[in-house]
C-alpha cells in the first residue's frame, strides 16, 4: 500500500523562483507525496550556495542526461535557462509516461527563455499537446473555484474566429468526463453575451454548442454575462467555469485567489499540475518571502486526486459495485500487506485511525469496490451521510 504518491517536480527556469520554492518547501511537501527532483547536483549546490542554505534532507533527485549546465544568473532570461527547464520538464514527463511517478508538478518556466533556446512551444500546456497528440485542457483554480480556458495564450483578434461548435461541444464533454462536476457556468464572448446579437453573433455558434453538449446530461450553462459571472451570487451557483479566452477567466480568478490558485491538465494520460504564477525575476535568490500557497496546492490536488473523500466536492457520488463491512483490524492488515496488489483509496483521517485502532474487531466502515475493480474505504460516517447505509 503507497499511502504517498511519487511525483517528479521538474525545477522550472533556475534563474527565477522555482528552485528555491522546491528547497524551502521540501519538507512541507515530503508530508504529502514523495518528491523526485529533476535536477543534477551541479546545479543544484550551485542555486544553495546562492541561496546560503543547505540541501534538504532527503531531497531525492534524477539526473538530466544530455541537460548542459550553465551558470545561474539570478533574474536573467537566458537561452541556457530556458533549455535547461525544457530537459528538466520533459525528463519529469517521461517518468511520469512510464509509471516510474504517479505524476508530476512543474514549476515555472519562462515563456522568452524558451523561445530564445528554439524551443517550438508557448509553454507546458502546449507542449503536452504535442507529446501526447490529445487536446490538453488547461484549468486554473483553487477549492473554491476553478476556470477551464477554451483559448489560451493566443492574441485577443483570434478569439472570435476560434468560437467553433464542434471544438466548443468537443471541449465541454472533455471537461465533462475529466472533472465529472455538477454544474458549470459558460461564459459568453461579447459584453452583455452580444445583447441578442447587436454586440457580437458568437453568443449563437456557444448557445448550439452548449444544448448539443447537453443531451445526454443538463451541466452546462449559459451563455453567461460575463461581467457578472463571478459575481458572490453567481459563485454559489458555480465552482467551475469556461472562459472563452485568457484574460476572461484568469482576470476574476487571480483577483479572488492569486495565492492559492494552481494550474491542472487536463484530458491527458498522465496527471500534471503546477503552480499558477510565473518566475518572478525581480524577487529570484534575493531570500524574499516567497508565498508557498500555489505550490502546496498544486502537491495536495496531486495527492487527493482520485479520493472520494478528499474531493468529495469536486467529483459527484461515486456508484460502487460491491460493499463489504470491515473491520479496523481488518484495515490495518490491508494497508500492511495490500489488497490483490493494488492499492486503497483512503483519506489520511481514516490510516491514522486505522494504526491507532489496528486490534480492534469494532466496525470501521466499507470496503468498496467501484466498476474498474478499484478499492476504496468508506468510514462510518460517510457511509451514512452519503451513501445511507445503516451502520
Not at 521540501?26 to 543547505?54: F, R
Not at 448539443?212 to 454575462?225: C, Q, R, S, Y
Request: proline residues 4%; aromatic residues 10%.
Amino acid at each position: 500500500m503507497k499511502l504517498r504518491k511519487k511525483v517528479a517536480v521538474s525545477v522550472g527556469d533556475l534563474n527565477g523562483i522555482g528552485i528555491e520554492l522546491a528547497l524551502k518547501n521540501h519538507t512541507t511537501i515530503s508530508k504529502y507525496v514523495e518528491p523526485l527532483y529533476v535536477i543534477d547536483d551541479y546545479m543544484l549546490y550551485q542555486a544553495c550556495d546562492i541561496l546560503g542554505m543547505d540541501l534538504p534532507k532527503n531531497f531525492k533527485t534524477v539526473c538530466l542526461d544530455g541537460a548542459e549546465g550553465f551558470e545561474i544568473t539570478p533574474s536573467k532570461i537566458s537561452a541556457k535557462a530556458g533549455a535547461y527547464s525544457f530537459a528538466s520538464f520533459k525528463k519529469a514527463v517521461e517518468l511520469t509516461k512510464n509509471a516510474e511517478t504517479d505524476a508530476l508538478c512543474t514549476l515555472p518556466i519562462h515563456k522568452k527563455a524558451w523561445e530564445m533556446a528554439n524551443i517550438p512551444y508557448k509553454g507546458h500546456t502546449d507542449a503536452l499537446r504535442s507529446f501526447f497528440n490529445k487536446e490538453a485542457i488547461m484549468m486554473l483554480g483553487c477549492d473554491e473555484l476553478f476556470v477551464a480556458l477554451y483559448t489560451e495564450h493566443v492574441p485577443l483578434s483570434y478569439v472570435p474566429k476560434a468560437i467553433n461548435k464542434g471544438k466548443l461541444i468537443e471541449f465541454m464533454l472533455n471537461f465533462k468526463k475529466e472533472v465529472n462536476p455538477e454544474r458549470v457556468g459558460v461564459l459568453a464572448l461579447n459584453p452583455h453575451a452580444g445583447d441578442g446579437g447587436v454586440l457580437g453573433d458568437e453568443e449563437i455558434i456557444i448557445s448550439k454548442a452548449i444544448e448539443e453538449a447537453n443531451k445526454e446530461e443538463n451541466i452546462f450553462n449559459g451563455p453567461l454575462v460575463p461581467d457578472v459571472a463571478f459575481i458572490p451570487s453567481m459563485r454559489k451557483k458555480y465552482r467551475y467555469y469556461i472562459a472563452m479566452y485568457h484574460d476572461q477567466g484568469l482576470a476574476p480568478l487571480k483577483a479572488l485567489y492569486f495565492d492559492e490558485s494552481i494550474n491542472v491538465s487536463l484530458n491527458l494520460p498522465i496527471l500534471r499540475t503546477s503552480v499558477d504564477h510565473g518566475t518572478a525575476m525581480d524577487i529570484a535568490y534575493k531570500n524574499a518571502d516567497i508565498n508557498p500557497k500555489s505550490y502546496i496546492n498544486a502537491i495536495k490536488y496531486i495527492r487527493d486526486y482520485n479520493n472520494p473523500f478528499k474531493f468529495k466536492r469536486v467529483q459527484r457520488k461515486r456508484e460502487f459495485v460491491n460493499l463489504t463491512p470491515i473491520s479496523y483490524k481488518d484495515l490495518r492488515e490491508i494497508l500492511e500487506d495490500g489488497i490483490d496488489g493494488k492499492d486503497i483509496s483512503i483519506s489520511d483521517d481514516d490510516i491514522e485511525l486505522a494504526m491507532h485502532k489496528g486490534k480492534s474487531n469494532k466496525m470501521a466502515g466499507y470496503l468498496a469496490t467501484d466498476d474498474n475493480m478499484n478499492y476504496w474505504f468508506i468510514n462510518r460516517t460517510f457511509a451514512q451521510q452519503h451513501y445511507e447505509l445503516d451502520i
